[in-house]
């Protein structure tokens, strides 16, 4: 089985501190989607599968591939609770400070751990990877950042801590392939 990450294209909200809030998408999307749309449609000459996380930002990406997309809540961004929707440089210190030395096992105020992010989108691949066959399409998965870096730090067994390693950019492909149960990394951030 073969499974592409893609994360949405650039959006414009400067400064803002989001995750699960709906944020606009910047004035790129059109040339980000035409551009992605080539570097996948060449590896997609049959037909594929397509998930979404709910996020509009999503959604818009996923709509443009013209097929029927199926939503699914655990490839949501983080949830960054009472932070959602302000500038960074607005929330309080004494918040922020402690949450960015354990972002994996602390959550901010009525938000979620980024250990919850990779938890939830972990069951996602997992309940993927026992319904698939030998012969099924490939899969393209419209989601976001961090929850991309959460898949693939557990897929490669890497500590969750250290998920900001990984490049993932807007509108980028980054693709994984279920094997003899384990998972292979063939691309990164393309």
């Known amino acids: 089985m073969i499974i592409h990450l893609i994360r949405h294209t650039a959006v414009d909200a400067p400064g803002i501190c989001y995750g699960h809030y709906d944020v606009p998408l910047a004035d790129t999307f059109a040339a980000e989607a035409t551009l992605l749309k080539t570097k996948l449609l060449s590896a997609l000459s049959t037909g594929f599968q397509v998930f979404s ?5 999503c959604l818009a990406l996923a709509a443009e591939f013209g097929t029927p997309i199926t939503p ?3 490839l949501r961004e983080m949830n960054f609770g009472a932070w959602e929707n302000r500038l960074w440089t607005e929330l309080p210190r004494l918040e922020t400070e402690p949450w960015m030395a354990d972002y994996v096992t602390l959550a901010p105020p009525q938000g979620e751990t980024f250990g919850g992010v990779q938890d939830r ?3 996602f691949l997992a309940e993927l990877a026992a319904a698939s066959t030998a012969k099924e399409e490939p899969v393209l998965v419209f ?36 094997q003899h149960g384990r998972w292979n990394l063939l691309g990164l951030n393309r």
């Open 72 to 74: 699914d809540e655990r």
């Open 121 to 123: 989108a972990v069951a």
């Open 143 to 178: 989601s976001h950042g961090g929850t991309i870096r959460a898949l693939v730090s557990y897929c490669l067994e890497i500590p969750l801590r250290n998920a900001f390693q990984l490049r993932i950019d807007y509108a980028s492909v980054t693709t994984l392939e279920h």
């Open 53 to 57: 996380s709910p996020a509009a930002r």
